[in-house]
T-cell receptor
Framework: GDSVTQMEGPVTLSEEACLTINCTYTATGYPSLFWYVQYPGEGLQLLLK?????DKGSNKGFEATYRKETTSFHLEKGSVQVSDSAVYFCALSQGGSEKLVFGKGTKLTVNP | EAGVTQSPTHLIKTRGQQATLRCSPI?????VYWYQQALGLGLQFLLWYDEGEERNRGNFPPRFSGRQFPNYSSELNVNALELEDSALYLC?????????????FGDGTRLSIL
């Protein structure tokens, strides 16, 4: 079945450092890809999405590009802030089944 | 626009009891999804309801069930509670034309089994 593998955490960075969280997927067909973020004590918020190969999703300084040739959707940010501290989840969905398949999550801590 | 709302925020039960969790989707959304976020197991898909019908089900036993009402709100019922049912239960919704549309999540119900 479909699956998502993302970089194990935790990741600890200093403010203004560069961030990359790796995400690769296994799926039949052409899934849609998502990054969700979960702040402490809250549910998931959609961070960005991409629906076809070579699409780039972006939001709040975060970016990710749908790479079909490498089946990857890595999350990047050039300069992280303390407020970016959260758990980040990579996910995919297939039309028809509609369910989201999540990676295990990567906890990011940004220190001032 | 109000987001997805879930109630209660916290629920404490004992083994063998039954729990009912509630979810109201974003206005105009017809699909409701339920996920379980348990420690060490990550986020797992439970159920998908659309237009009042169960459309898909994850790999969970039959004691996990639910329904969707005519106003598109939903209930998740868990019978014969077990200790391993302790988790954060997240509800999400999406609009009628779901293709490529993201799911929007509520803040969850924390279910604790004593």
């Amino acid at each position: 079945g479909d699956s998502v593998t993302q970089m194990e955490g935790p990741v600890t960075l200093s403010e203004e450092a560069c961030l990359t969280i790796n995400c690769t997927y296994t799926a039949t067909g052409y899934p849609s890809l998502f990054w969700y973020v979960q702040y402490p004590g809250e549910g998931l918020q959609l961070l960005l999405k991409a629906t076809k190969a070579d699409d780039k999703g972006s939001n709040k300084g975060f970016e990710a590009t749908y790479r079909k040739e490498t089946t990857s959707f890595h999350l990047e940010k050039g300069s992280v802030q303390v407020s970016d501290s959260a758990v980040y989840f990579c996910a995919l969905s297939q039309g028809g089944s509609e369910k989201l398949v999540f990676g295990k999550g990567t906890k990011l801590t940004v220190n001032p | 626009e109000a987001g997805v709302t879930q109630s209660p925020t916290h629920l404490i039960k004992t083994r063998g009891q039954q729990a009912t969790l509630r979810c109201s989707p974003i206005s105009g959304h017809t699909s409701v999804y339920w996920y379980q976020q348990a420690l060490g197991l990550g986020l797992q898909f439970l159920l998908w309801y659309d237009e009042g019908e169960e459309r898909n089900r994850g790999n969970f036993p039959p004691r996990f069930s639910g329904r969707q009402f005519p106003n598109y709100s939903s209930e998740l019922n868990v019978n014969a509670l077990e200790l391993e049912d302790s988790a954060l239960y997240l509800c999400a919704s999406s609009p009628r034309q779901r293709q490529n549309q993201p799911q929007h999540f509520g803040d969850g119900t924390r279910l604790s089994i004593l």
